[in-house]
């Protein structure tokens, strides 16, 4: 069973649509990552999240907003979707405990947009 | 700006050989170094990982060497198999290992059998 579920696993829409996607997780970590990938430039850090009120930009957020709406839910919203957004898009989950805490990933959402 | 660079872009191998994937950063601030595994279709997932007051970090047939000094840090993977076929990335972050992971590019691994 997955610990990190990203919904849909693959979407196809037309520029300018609103898209949603979501993220869950049963890991029951505080703080939680949207990536996305392209290739030959790895993954990006679009927004994270370190408890449910806090939300923070990363590398590459315009264009994106999220919603953290729970501890274990995580969404990613593109609110007027363009092509160049199209991507591997991944969520990732962490624990905030001392020393090393890894980020774990769900199976990624792949997302074209036309 | 990309802060940590990755090579090779691909690499092929025989079973039982040595892959080597370099990995340089420029950000002194960094302080922890993962490495991270992806198969197509599913999301990378921890290899190993260092800290900068170690130069090298072994677990299994996979190794970590760092160099401070000249800001590179390197994986190995003795006895290469076919089921390490994958895409391999490196990563930094500071202030603590589960903050902002920056990634580098990725190198596309190929073990033949």
């Known amino acids: 069973d997955a610990d990190v579920t990203q919904t849909p696993r693959n979407r196809i829409t037309k520029t300018g649509k609103r898209i949603m996607l979501e993220c869950s997780q049963t890991k029951g970590h505080d703080r939680m990552y949207w990536y996305r990938q392209d290739p030959g430039l790895g993954l990006r850090l679009i927004y994270y999240s370190f408890d449910v009120k806090d939300i923070n930009k990363g590398e590459i957020s315009d264009g994106y907003s999220v919603s953290r709406q729970a501890q274990a839910k995580f969404s990613l919203s593109l609110e007027s979707a363009i092509p160049n957004q199209t991507a591997l898009y991944f969520c990732?989950?962490?624990?905030?405990?001392?020393?090393?805490?890894?980020?774990?990933f769900g199976d990624g959402t792949r997302l074209s947009i036309l | 700006q990309q802060q940590v660079k990755q090579s090779p872009q691909s690499l092929i191998v025989q079973k039982g050989g040595i892959s080597i994937i370099n990995c340089a950063y420029e950000?002194?601030?960094?302080?922890?170094f993962p490495w991270y595994q992806q198969f197509p279709g599913k999301g990378p997932a921890l290899l190993i990982a260092?800290?900068?007051?170690?130069s090298e970090k072994k677990e299994g047939r996979f190794t970590i060497s760092f160099n401070k000094s000249a800001k590179q840090f390197s994986l190995h993977i003795m006895d290469s198999q076919p089921g390490d076929s994958a895409t391999y990335f490196c990563a930094a972050s500071m202030g603590g290992s589960a903050r902002q992971l920056t990634f580098g590019s990725g190198t596309q691994l190929t073990v033949l059998p």
């Open positions: 260092i800290r900068p007051d170690v």
């Open positions: 990732a989950t962490s624990g905030s405990g001392t020393g090393m805490q890894p980020q774990h």
């Open positions: 950000n002194t601030a960094f302080d922890y």
